[in-house]
């Protein structure tokens, strides 16, 4: 069965550094998603991407935070400059069409010290 | 804005038997998808049943079911023959039926232990 891969599977960086988390979204799936969990806590929708384009970001989503698709294969999430605060778990999620089911990667884990 | 709101942080069951998970959501909206998502303690996301708002009929998946009720703007899921594989945490999410974004707004979860 098809499946969504993320990489690296745990990144540990210093705050102020730049970060890229990497997807491979399903080849198939149009519309790609970011989204985090603070530990112990809820995951939060970041971005939607559609069309080569963000289609939504949430508040979360500030000027430090960046995405893009650069070979039509990997989807990445780019954090220009981690705070503590950006430690989480990461997950991509894609799908083929609205209301469908999202599948999910297994996640990364940022730990910013 | 939709709001998914899980009120039970916790619950346990015995193996073999029956649980309720309860989920209430908040919107103005007449099209949208509701889901029940588990993670183990892997932290993976799985997708264990999905209802479309606009079917009256109540979604089942093998042991999961949910009672969908749409104008109480609730969507609880039971798990019967409750197995110790179950144990994980549930996350309820909501998601729109139209337009591009249609991304996922998910409640606190429910952590789920299940004892022998």
């Known amino acids: 069965e098809p499946e969504v891969t993320q990489t690296p599977s745990h990144q540990v960086t210093q705050m102020g550094q730049e970060v890229i988390l990497r997807c491979v979204p399903i080849?198939?799936?149009?519309?790609f998603y970011w989204y985090r969990q603070i530990l112990g806590q809820k995951v939060e929708f970041l971005v939607s991407?559609?069309?080569?384009?963000?289609?939504?970001k949430s508040e979360i989503f500030d000027d430090q935070f960046s995405v893009e698709r650069p070979d039509g294969s990997n989807f990445t999430l780019k954090i220009r400059s981690t705070k503590l605060e950006d430690s989480a778990m990461y997950f991509c999620a894609t799908l083929t069409g609205v209301g469908n089911e999202q599948f999910f990667g297994p996640g990364t884990r940022l730990t910013v010290l | 804005a939709q709001t998914v709101t899980q009120s039970q942080p916790e619950m346990s069951v015995q193996e073999a038997e029956t649980v309720t998970l309860s989920c209430t959501y908040d919107t103005s909206e007449n099209n949208y998808y509701l889901f029940w998502y588990k993670q183990p303690p892997s932290r993976q996301m799985i997708l264990v049943i999905r209802?479309?708002?606009?079917?009256?009929q109540n979604a089942t998946e093998n042991r999961f079911s949910v009672n969908f009720q749409k104008a109480a703007k609730s969507f609880s899921l039971k798990i019967s023959d409750s197995q110790l594989g179950d144990t994980a945490m549930y996350f309820c999410?909501?998601?729109?039926?139209?337009?591009?974004?249609?991304?996922?707004?998910f409640g606190t979860g429910t952590r789920l232990q299940v004892t022998l």
């Open positions: 080849s198939n799936h149009l519309y």
């Open positions: 209802q479309e708002a606009y079917k009256q």
């Open positions: 999410a909501f998601g729109l039926g139209t337009g591009t974004a249609s991304k996922l707004t």
């Open positions: 991407f559609y069309n080569n384009e963000i289609s939504e």
